[in-house]
């Protein structure tokens, strides 16, 4: 059976070698003669894959001993009240940049939150304009126009915004915002280990799985030990960054087949070179989209703003909803699924994460001429 070329933005292409891993170890693990589902997530045959795992990311992201790794639970959205019950106290502030809307609803959990512990939440920035089904989002701030509160708790900011297709830091001069002295919070769901970063920083950065890194089910973060000791320690202990640190994510039974996964993707992305050569992989994946879109500016449009287009997922319009609709039909006829965009904002949007291949875009491309020279 051929494979089917998966552009969804998530739960999104997993590479076939990790898929392939999988199967073949299914129902005998490591020679037990029983799946690792079926192993005690205290025993050794399953603690081996766990400490693989976090060993592996903190390899591919030269993760340093001020960090923690920790693999969590309930989504990045989970993490957007999570965040900020661990680190919010009586009178203190945390800022957010909204660039698209991700942030929008970080920062929605977030005041939720501040409201239970008489803290308060500041938007230090937003580019959205417009209201409603024309709000809309297309570039990255200057650093003038970010404001962030003097010795706020942290300075919360969406790396890749995954509906409006805008993210920081692919090109140098759209570096992220910056606080100061205060510790910056990245949610990197969308663009999490799709190139190098130097981890030291930030004081918080998490991923939710299901996007570059694995299946759903599990949320990746990187947290300061400095952070950590500054959580909170009323809340439940389940909310606790601590609890988890303490635990090495072993504090409740973690999502262990998709940690094993994880395991397989991470595997897999050290085999292909590691991230400087997924890096180039990806921005030659997306180039040549760009280039097909600018090439053709009187039938494609992408909104963004070129400086912070996303590498990860590349969004535009053609001139009528019936010819979007059709080119996704036609894309279907082809192989090539999960290109509609985001029901918020419509048009296409191509997600080009890790695991999808670059004949994949080579032949959406293909399309995409074909429907620009129809006109
Ligand atoms: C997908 C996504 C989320 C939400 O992830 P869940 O795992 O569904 O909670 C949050 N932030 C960004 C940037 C995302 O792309």
Known sequence: MARTMNFNAGPAALPLAALERARQELTDFAGSGMSVMEHSHRGKDYEKVHDEAIA????????RDTHEVLFLQGGASQMFAQIPMNLLEEGSVADYVVTGAWGEKAL????AVAKLFDADVHLACSTGTGDGKEKSYVRAPLPSEVNVTPRAAYLHVTSNETIHGVEFEADAARPFPQGGGVPLVVDMSSDFLWKKL?????????AGAQKNIGPSGIVVAIVSKELVAKGRKDIPKIFQLRTHAENKSLYNTPPTFGVYMVRNVLAWLKEQGGLPAMEARNRQKAAKLYSVIDANTGFFRCPVEKQIRSVMNVVFRLPSEQQEEALVAEAKKRGMVGLKGHRSVGGIRVSTYNAVEPAWVDALC?????????G
């Open 56 to 63: 592996l990311l903190r390899e591919l992201l030269d993760v």
């Open 108 to 111: 929605s959990e977030a005041k």
């Open 198 to 206: 130097d981890v030291s920083r930030f004081g918080l950065v998490y």
């Open 366 to 374: 293909e399309l995409m001429q074909e429907f620009a020279k129809r």
